[in-house]
């Protein structure tokens, strides 16, 4: 199968093509290079610049390269962004996704692989967080991906698309240092950034009901999503006309203050962080069950939080090389 890779320059993407291409598949990049770096698509794979709302453009790069595969991660993806740019926000994520899917219906695609996001859930009240749990989007992003879902698993119903929407919870580590996030967007390097300028971390609210008072996230290394969505496409590869949704997580909770302690431990620093009040919209606890991933892909995430702390820091220090101690 050849596998068209939309927002493939990006850093999850860059991750996915990476890991598809070694598993011995076929790839194709489809990136507008807006948030994505050229230099991040290995050799020998074609990269097709254009956006997804481009249908002519998304047609013909279908076309040219034969692709009986997709997968989506082209989006944008910022809480923050997408509740002042809303309307943005649903042309991007939801317009885009509809023009491929009717370029994929179209071309006699077989497969797509959907990159989702726990955005999905809301405020989830529950300990672990299974894809039964209800969907409730605080965020225009998050309803996008929503949104998104229900587009993929629509399409697939009526026309027999093999689908399967991947659940992100928070994506961290790099596989090697030019792969690395190179954004200020999530905790870990929102952290580095404070260390970098040497001043102190900064914890919204710890008076929450978790053991330290501390919101807890569940953090998976970009190198174990990218090995689910290889294994998400073979299984689809297996079995025509599968629709899957599935958390892609690890399954274990990390505080904000714990996340903090092991930078600071692993990087040689010593910043202990400063409280802020709460930010609207944070919920407690957000932890997947992967247990269907497990069971549907034969796949688990295999990276420690340590593992992702000092492989984003070995990233941070190429570009911010005053960050080291010692």
């Given at each position: 199968?050849?596998?068209?890779?939309?927002g493939?320059a990006?850093?999850?993407g860059a991750?996915?093509?990476?890991?598809?291409t070694?598993?011995g598949?076929r790839?194709?990049?489809?990136?507008?290079?807006s948030?994505g770096?050229?230099?991040r698509?290995?050799?020998?794979?074609?990269?097709v610049?254009?956006?997804?709302?481009?249908?002519?453009?998304?047609?013909?790069a279908l076309?040219d390269?034969?692709v009986t595969?997709?997968v989506?991660?082209a989006?944008k993806k910022?809480?923050?962004?997408?509740?002042d740019?809303?309307?943005?926000?649903?042309?991007?994520?939801?317009e885009?996704?509809r023009?491929?899917l009717?370029a994929v219906?179209?071309?006699g695609?077989r497969?797509v692989?959907?990159s989702?996001?726990?955005?999905?859930?809301?405020?989830p009240?529950?300990e672990l967080?299974?894809?039964?749990t209800?969907c409730?989007p605080?965020?225009p992003?998050?309803?996008?991906k929503?949104?998104?879902?229900w587009?993929?698993?629509?399409t697939?119903r009526?026309?027999?698309?093999?689908t399967?929407?991947?659940?992100?919870?928070?994506?961290?580590?790099?596989?090697?240092p030019?792969l690395?996030d190179?954004?200020?967007?999530?905790?870990?390097?929102?952290?580095f950034?404070?260390l970098?300028?040497?001043t102190?971390?900064r914890?919204?609210g710890?008076?929450?009901?978790?053991?330290?008072?501390?919101c807890?996230?569940?953090?998976?290394?970009?190198?174990?999503?990218a090995?689910a969505?290889?294994a998400?496409?073979r299984?689809?590869r297996?079995?025509?006309g599968?629709?899957?949704?599935?958390?892609?997580?690890?399954?274990?909770g990390?505080?904000v203050?714990e996340?903090i302690?092991?930078v600071?431990?692993?990087?040689?620093h010593?910043?202990p962080?400063t409280?802020?009040?709460?930010?609207?919209?944070?919920?407690?606890?957000?932890?997947a069950?992967?247990?269907?991933a497990?069971?549907?892909?034969?796949?688990?995430a295999?990276?420690t939080?340590?593992?992702?702390?000092?492989?984003a820091?070995?990233?941070?220090?190429?570009?911010?090389?005053?960050?080291?101690?010692?």
């Open positions: 199968m050849t596998w068209l890779i939309t493939g990006g850093y999850i991750h996915v093509v990476r890991a598809m070694e598993a598949e790839t194709v990049v489809y990136d507008d290079l948030t770096l050229a230099d698509v290995p050799d020998g794979v074609p990269l610049i254009g956006s997804t709302l481009d249908d002519e453009r998304v047609a013909r076309a390269h034969e595969g997709v989506h991660l989006a910022q809480v923050g962004e997408s509740v740019r809303p309307l943005h926000y649903y042309r991007e994520n939801v885009g996704l023009v491929l009717d219906t179209a071309a695609v497969s692989v959907f989702s996001s726990a955005a999905v859930y809301g405020m009240d529950v967080v299974t894809e039964e209800p409730a605080m965020s992003y998050g309803e996008t929503l949104a998104g879902e587009l993929v698993r629509a697939g009526a026309t027999g698309l093999s399967a929407c991947l659940r992100y919870f928070n994506v961290a580590g790099a596989a090697r030019d690395a190179t954004g200020v967007f999530n905790l870990i390097p929102m952290i950034e404070k970098t300028a040497d102190p971390p914890i919204f710890d008076d929450y009901p978790t053991p330290d008072g501390t807890v996230r569940d953090y998976i290394h970009v190198v174990d999503l090995e969505h290889v998400a496409a299984a689809l297996s079995s025509p599968r629709n899957l949704t599935l958390n892609i997580g690890r399954g274990e990390v505080s203050r996340m302690d092991r600071n431990a692993l990087t040689g010593d910043r962080p409280v802020a009040p709460r930010r609207p919209g944070d919920p407690a606890r957000v932890v069950s992967a247990d269907r497990t069971t549907e892909l034969a796949w688990k295999r990276h939080v340590d593992d992702m702390i000092t492989s820091w070995s990233g941070w220090l190429r570009l911010h090389p005053e960050a080291a101690r010692g």
